[in-house]
């Protein structure tokens, strides 16, 4: 109240971005990714197939990822779906489905990171639940069906490719391929509800960007073959 009375009321972008605003999100981060954390630091991994074990953490972790992109829909296909529009707001577009596509896949190979196993429909519940929580914002439902079969083809490859540290190819693949689905799924939904504006290069090349951005996120999370990383400390020279 003390920043709205000195600088006012923040209206459209600027209330996602006050920094009042956002310390008021890093402490709702804080509470709903509390069930996720106390899990992670639970040594028993058999209660990872479990759905009654793992369902807080599941629906923790949508909540955490639901709140990075409701302060960033200003940058969200689902909230705003360029593709409808015109070739002229394309750049904004892509931004968008690049950034929204990093923070999906780094949300989803934390948790594979971290359980290698996970109820089958778990990606399914989680993508289906946040793309609905961002079509409310403007309405965007027939964009949630196409979230809900991208989280189905990701539970189906997290049971065919079975990514973990151990097999950093199928990591690497499993993070690749679940961003392109789900904007490839995505794209065609606009399609066949409204109608593409973009060219298939614009279309088909953010689908690439997608992939490609997930590809890069898994190598902040399992480190390339043969790459030792030190613990000892550099000497003074």
């Keep these: 109240m003390v920043w709205h009375g000195i600088f006012g009321i923040e209206r459209n972008v600027e209330a996602l971005l006050s920094p009042t605003h956002l310390l008021e999100a890093l402490g709702m981060w804080a509470m709903v990714s509390g069930p996720m954390r106390a899990a992670w630091k639970r040594s028993d991994l058999s209660i990872a197939n479990n759905w009654m074990a793992m369902g807080p953490m599941l629906l923790s972790l949508m909540a955490t990822m639901s709140g990075f992109m409701f302060m960033t829909q200003f940058a969200h296909p689902i909230h705003t779906p360029h593709a409808l529009l015109s070739s002229a707001d394309a750049a904004l577009g892509v931004a968008a489905v690049l950034l929204q596509a990093t923070i999906l896949t780094g949300i989803v190979l934390l948790a594979v990171r971290r359980w290698t196993t996970l109820p089958f429909g778990s990606f399914t519940l989680v993508f289906t639940l946040n793309a609905l929580a961002m079509a409310t914002q403007h309405d965007h439902y027939a964009l ?94």
């Excluded at 409204?194 to 290069?201: D, E, F, P, Q, V």
């Excluded at 992939?211 to 790459?227: K, Q």
């Design 144 to 237: 949630v069906p196409p979230a809900a079969l991208a989280g189905l083809v990701a539970d189906l490859l997290l049971r065919l490719t079975k990514p973990s540290v151990a097999q950093p190819v199928a990591f690497r693949l499993f993070a690749i391929g679940v961003p392109v689905v789900y904007y490839l799924f995505y794209f065609l939904a606009l399609e066949i509800t409204a109608g593409l504006r973009w060219t298939i290069t614009l279309w088909g090349g953010a689908i690439v960007l997608a992939g490609i951005a997930g590809g890069l996120m898994s190598y902040l999370l399992v480190l390339p073959s043969g790459f030792v990383e030190s613990t000892e400390k550099a000497p003074i020279r």
